[in-house]
């Protein structure tokens, strides 16, 4: 029961993390990625390499560095941020909307096969397995210990990035990513380099899938090519949809309800008499009939994105200027005067 | 009514040019939407860019202000040459415009549309968000104090929490030219300000051009209207087919038969029906 429970628990906070990553990429900047998953599993893949000793069992592994927790993670990070940056590079000063996604699903499948094929990178479709598990040792903690130890781990890092994403999202930096999504146009006009404010969204973004990708591969402790089908980008954008694009809350409420209840609850529910494996697959198929309900009745999502009012920047409106506007109106009022008077003497 | 100052020479050569541009062409697949333009903008002043439907004035703003690339001629700021920059690099050199249909950030405040055109922002930067909290708190701050004073000019303060999207087309004819206007411009473009805006809104629209004037703002309006460009504008380039087919001012250019022909006679005779 607890392995269950913290199990939830950890995909909760682990999509949280990978929501917001997606959040700010397209919430907030307006970036079709539907290459995500392809970045978190580079994340993840890196992590692994990172973290393993060079030869276990005598198997080897690119890289081998044996870096212990915090460091194997940023590093699996910092890889996705780089292939992001690249990845941005070549599409995004080019190509907009639906002809960005469209390269960058390509992308994710290309990614995919290369990952599948090219054995001595990342082992190919048997992937990495027996990853190390943080702390497991130095902590003396058994199975059962150890997911629940990793739970909360997740947690206190979705609360540091989380003050980190709202902190740019807060700030003048957010508020020209949403210029950019808005009208890119209109964006650039009023002084913005929009490539290098989409650069830095998918970076930025990037990295929260590289870092949510490390935990997923140590928390496990194995990943391949079956953990990161291309379609898997599907349901962060589902979490998101149904969550709130533009809100970092709505990315945990969406986390709790598509990730955490549709996905990874049936597979603890008892079979349907008959039909072994059946409800596995139930998940998907429920995914996809709350995200057409979400779009249809609540296309803002759950937790909607908020508007930042006046005081939030440090002012203090005035109260509310009736005397202004009024000045206002007996100003137009005077115009049209002049106005009829000029008619007049024509 | 004129605010022109007789004394003032007329195609100003001999003030030094804010904006220059020569032999500038655009072709749209095999239409010649712009075929060498050329033209300059007198410091400090108001100039209007008149001529008929598809004369290309829309294409020679969206040139101007780096929206689209000439295929050939050359563009100047001052004495700085501009051509094939991008907007956001001609709009940091101080060439601000707004959009013939207004384009506002829909989903962002009025307050925030404002700010997001505030010019040398901190808070753009990655590092300076993540290191710098203090500097950037202080800079929204002062922004957000010139952004409501500009709203109150404007006649938005009342909706500077409204989404842009809700506003009217009038009150989004104003935000773009408030807009415009916290990006502190030395060179204004505004493409059509008054279109589809009521005639009351036309004179207050027309007040707040020529307090930029005053300010020292040097303003390029593409306009309609002859009766506004009477009233407001010191200076006046007339394009057809691409082409400029003269400048000056615009009571002397009703004598230019040319001018009258291609332009000016159907529309005066439209104006002075009503």
Known sequence: MTYYVFTLVFFLFDYFILAMGLNIQYGVTGILNFAYIGFVAVGAYVTGVAAMPSNINGEHYILGLGLPFPLNTLLGGIAAMGLSALVALITLRRLRTDYLAIVLISLSLVLYDFCNNYVSLFNGADGLYNVPEPFAQSLGLGANGFIVFFACLTGVVSLILLFVMRRVMRAPLGRTFRAVRDDHVTAAALGKDTFRMQLKAMMIGSFFAGIGGGLLIQFGGSFNPTAWLPGETFVVFAVLIVGGAGNNMGMFVGALLVETLLIHLPAFLPEIPGHPGLIEYFDLALVGIVLMVMLWVRPQGIVPERLRRTPSFGVTPKLDDEAGELDRTTALAGVKVAVAGTEEAR | ?274
């Open chain 2, 1 to 274: 009514m004129s605010v022109v100052d007789p004394s003032r020479p007329a195609a100003s050569t001999s003030v030094s040019p804010a904006l220059r541009c020569e032999g500038l062409t655009k072709a749209f697949q095999g239409v010649h939407a712009v075929n060498g333009a050329a033209f300059s903008i007198p410091e400090g002043q108001i100039t209007a860019l008149i001529g008929p439907n598809g004369a290309g004035k829309t294409t020679v703003v969206n040139m101007l202000s780096g929206a689209m690339k000439s295929d050939s001629g050359r563009m100047f700021i001052g004495e700085t040459e501009t051509t094939g920059w991008p907007s956001h690099k001609v709009a940091r050199h101080g060439l601000l415009r707004t959009f013939q249909l207004s384009r506002e950030l829909g989903g962002l405040t009025v307050l925030e549309n404002l700010l997001t055109a505030a010019p040398n922002q901190a808070g753009d930067s990655l590092v300076n968000v993540l290191l710098r909290p203090g500097l950037i708190e202080r800079q929204e701050r002062e922004n957000a104090e010139r952004a409501l004073q500009l709203l109150e000019v404007y006649g938005l303060y009342r909706h500077r929490d409204t989404p842009a999207r809700e506003l009217s087309g009038g009150q989004k004819k104003l935000l773009e030219i408030a807009r415009a206007v916290m990006g502190s411009p030395r060179i204004l473009l505004l493409d059509e300000p008054m279109a589809g805006v009521n005639p009351a809104l036309i004179d207050v629209l027309g007040g707040y051009i020529r307090d930029l004037k005053k300010d020292g703002v040097t303003i390029l309006m593409v306009e309609h209207n002859l009766g506004v460009v009477e009233q407001i504008c010191d200076h006046v380039i007339v394009l057809a087919e691409g082409r400029t087919l003269a400048t000056g001012r615009l009571a002397d250019l009703r004598q230019n038969t040319e001018v009258v022909k291609a332009y000016l006679g159907e529309v005066m005779d439209a104006s002075s029906a009503d």
